[in-house]
């Protein structure tokens, strides 16, 4: 298996390919669920935010020929570029996984994914984003960078 990586943290577990995925503006996080009436609604700004992940995370799997609806393990770390620390940072990843599965890159996300995340303050020179890197894990192949 010439060029695999071998990752200790979880294991003897192998990188294949990696998905990239940038996209700019303040995180938004997953907002509860509203029911109004008997009606459950997702809030607006939620819904919105998780179109945008899925676009650019399409036009990423273009890009990078990510095949569509990767049915295998996966790795996905999330780092946040946020204004707002106090911001919960898990409900933005929650947001960004359920992104990744409507866009197509990943088929489901209920067993078979490791994530973990970052969270990093954007000062007034940095500009606020998620930067997302998808692994597939279990193939010979090498490390995201």
Not at 8 to 20: F, H, R
């Amino acid at each position: 298996m010439l060029g695999a990586t071998r990752l200790g943290a979880i294991g003897d577990v192998l990188v294949s390919q990696c998905l990239v995925v940038t996209v700019g503006g303040e995180p938004v996080p997953t907002a509860r669920v509203r029911v109004n009436g008997g009606r459950a609604s997702t809030p607006r700004r939620t819904v919105e935010y998780q179109a945008m992940v899925a676009r650019a995370a399409r036009h990423a799997m273009r890009e990078q020929r990510w095949p569509e609806r990767y049915d295998g393990p996966v790795r996905i770390s999330i780092t946040i570029f946020g204004a707002n620390l106090n911001t919960d940072g898990d409900n933005i990843q929650k947001g960004v996984v359920d992104a990744l599965v409507k866009a197509g890159s990943i088929r489901d996300d209920c067993l078979r994914y490791v994530r973990s995340g970052s969270w990093v303050y954007a000062g007034e020179s940095d500009k606020p984003g998620i930067v997302v890197n998808v692994e597939m894990l279990g193939q010979p192949g090498g490390r995201c960078t």
